[in-house]
């Protein structure tokens, strides 16, 4: 009898511990990230999802996008200064145009032009469709972007007119320019697109699935890298060639990060947090508990920060070494921002925008 009380006084106290003790949601050994190290400054609740990526402006004011229909413009440290309202689902995310104003799109068609204070200074309707895509200023100072009209568009703001490339699937993607001079873009038809600065197709790669949200990033001369919903992760060169195609066991939304030292990080459907070699080889892998959409960015120290749907941000030094990991209020599905005093910016499917600021006892120690 009284082994069998002990018995059941040592099962009693490790159910406790596993409850009550180990964070919940973390794996063993992943060490959990207090306020010693990552400080709350302040949150925000927009009233639906967000899925648009914040961006900063050269004044460290944030600027988000809802699918409660609304613009959020903030403080550094997270107070809003404005919001403003639009007509439909704003699922794309900001972008800084060359004169340093703000350019986003919306579900009801029009972008919207404002300058870094959230005050609206223009708004315009090409009549290509809803915007999913950001936006990209090109020197010549066309803005394009892709839209569920099947298509890739040229606008030209100064006269509102547009060229359109015709594919035959929506474009989803995001474009990125390539070596200054060309401009890629992915497409649901399953190819990348890759045209010149005269806005003439130089060429087209196919793969095996769509390309949806990730951005080509720029590697060595005339090669970059991009992810794909057929699960590979590509490299290809700005001729039109597939240099390799690194397989994972889920899809891939979004956009890889080049490290210092020139490796390509990058998450997965499949859970995994992938550091691969320059060559595209696999350097190392970490696995988190729910699938990853978010896209990897960096300290300016290098620390690479990911987060994750199971509610973390991830924090990796350059070699690919676990850190810690903070949990956020909700999945992560849009890439956080760091701003220039190491705050992150982070937002949530359930409409949270948290502005978190790295503490310098944890920036020293990585």
């Given at each position: 009898m009284i082994k069998r009380n002990l018995l059941f006084t040592l099962v009693i106290s490790l159910l406790f511990i596993i409850v009550y003790l180990i964070p919940k949601g973390s794996f063993a050994g992943d060490p959990v990230l207090n306020s010693e190290y990552v400080q709350l400054v302040s949150s925000f609740k927009a009233n639906k999802a967000i899925y648009s990526s914040p961006v900063a402006t050269w004044n460290d004011h944030v600027i988000v996008g809802s699918h409660d229909k609304s613009i959020y413009f903030f403080t550094s440290e997270g107070d809003l200064i404005s919001k403003y309202e639009t007509d439909g689902w704003v699922h794309a995310s900001p972008s800084i145009l060359l004169d340093s104003s703000i350019a986003i799109g919306s579900y009801d068609g029009f972008i919207y032009f404002f300058n870094e204070k959230g005050e609206l200074k223009d708004k315009i309707k090409p009549g290509n469709g809803s915007m999913f895509t950001s936006i990209i200023e090109l020197p010549n100072r066309l803005l394009v972007f892709g839209t569920n009209k099947k298509g890739v568009i040229f606008f030209d703001k100064s006269d509102s007119t547009s060229h359109i490339y015709p594919v035959r699937k929506w474009v989803h993607g995001s474009p990125n320019i390539i070596d200054n001079d060309k401009l890629v873009i992915g497409s649901n038809d399953k190819h990348l697109y890759i045209f010149g600065n005269d806005n003439a197709l130089i060429s087209k790669i196919k793969t095996k699935g769509w390309i949806m949200h990730s951005a080509?990033?720029?590697?060595?001369?005339?090669?970059?890298?991009?992810?794909?919903?057929?699960?590979?992760?590509?490299?290809?060169?700005?001729?039109?060639?597939?240099?390799?195609?690194?397989?994972?066991?889920?899809?891939?939304?979004?956009?890889?990060?080049?490290?210092?030292?020139?490796?390509?990080?990058?998450?997965?459907?499949?859970?995994?947090?992938?550091?691969?070699?320059?060559?595209?080889?696999?350097?190392?892998?970490?696995?988190?508990?729910?699938?990853?959409?978010?896209?990897?960015?960096?300290?300016?120290?290098?620390?690479?920060?990911?987060?994750?749907?199971?509610?973390?941000?991830?924090?990796?030094?350059?070699?690919?070494?676990?850190?810690?990991?903070?949990?956020?209020?909700?999945?992560?599905?849009?890439?956080?921002?760091?701003?220039?005093?190491?705050?992150?910016?982070?937002?949530?499917?359930?409409?949270?925008?948290?502005?978190?600021?790295?503490?310098?006892?944890?920036?020293?120690?990585?």
């Open positions: 080509p990033t720029q590697l060595e001369q005339n090669s970059f890298a991009v992810g794909s919903y057929d699960k590979n992760l590509y490299i290809c060169n700005t001729d039109g060639n597939t240099v390799s195609a690194f397989k994972t066991k889920g899809r891939i939304h979004g956009t890889p990060l080049k490290t210092e030292d020139s490796k390509i990080v990058f998450g997965s459907f499949d859970r995994f947090i992938y550091f691969l070699k320059p060559d595209g080889t696999l350097f190392k892998k970490f696995k988190t508990q729910k699938k990853i959409i978010s896209s990897p960015v960096a300290l300016s120290d290098g620390t690479v920060i990911v987060g994750s749907y199971d509610k973390y941000l991830y924090f990796f030094s350059p070699q690919g070494v676990l850190l810690g990991k903070y949990k956020t209020k909700g999945k992560i599905f849009a890439t956080p921002i760091v701003l220039s005093n190491n705050t992150i910016v982070v937002c949530t499917t359930n409409g949270f925008i948290e502005f978190l600021k790295i503490k310098p006892i944890f920036a020293s120690t990585i």
